[in-house]
């Protein structure tokens, strides 16, 4: 080998490395840029299934003592698939804690809603039913509540209430709410 072909070889080899180490730092960028880009992204819309957890979704509603009315499966999460008991009619369980799981609904704004940062022409995310006329609504990345007749809505989102509950016997477990319990209403 000739110190030509040598020193060829060691250039070729040194302007590889420089390429190699230029594109490894032009690609962390580009990927930082596109991760910033996308949580930019993501508090314009919320995700695609909403959880609202520790909700209790109407007025005066409240985690305490309830009584069954009628039979329901306690599951070991949310939707799940592992049943951890069975609450029969009649029995006193305690209300824990809950969470409203929504598909958020797009509604464009027709109007300012007072008392919100919503304007006119602004997207905004019906996320679930508060109660006494009030909705849960996202808009950009932050939650707010608007009354029901500051908006249009084609149809309410679709809403699944678990509740989470402890029976006499320290079986915990979570239920679709579905009026199978008496008393979550402080009101009455």
């Not at 008991?85 to 929504?102: A, F, H, N, P, W």
């Not at 007749?149 to 402890?166: A, G, I, L, R, T």
Request: charged share 25%.
């Amino acid at each position: 080998m000739t110190d030509s072909s040598r020193q060829r070889r060691f250039t070729m080899s040194t302007l590889g490395s420089e390429m190699t180490d230029m594109l490894c730092h032009f690609s962390m960028a580009l990927i930082v840029v596109l991760l910033s880009a996308g949580v930019a992204v993501s508090e314009d819309k919320p995700p695609p299934i909403y959880v609202d957890v520790g909700a209790c979704p109407f007025e005066c509603c409240t985690y305490r003592m309830w009584t069954v009315n009628e039979a329901t499966t306690l599951w070991s999460e949310p939707d799940g698939n592992a049943v951890v008991g069975i609450l029969r009619e009649g029995k006193v369980v305690q209300g824990l804690t809950g969470e409203v799981i929504s598909k958020p609904l797009a509604v464009k704004a027709d109007r300012d809603i007072p008392e919100t940062p919503i304007r006119t022409g602004d997207t905004f995310y019906v996320l679930h039913y508060e109660g006494e006329g009030n909705w849960k609504v996202w808009l950009h990345g932050e939650t707010t509540d608007v009354f029901y007749q500051f908006m249009h809505m084609p149809h309410p989102p679709k809403e699944d209430w678990w509740v989470k509950v402890k029976d006499a016997e320290g079986n915990v477990g979570w239920t679709l709410s579905d009026r199978h319990f008496l008393h979550q209403d402080a009101c009455e």
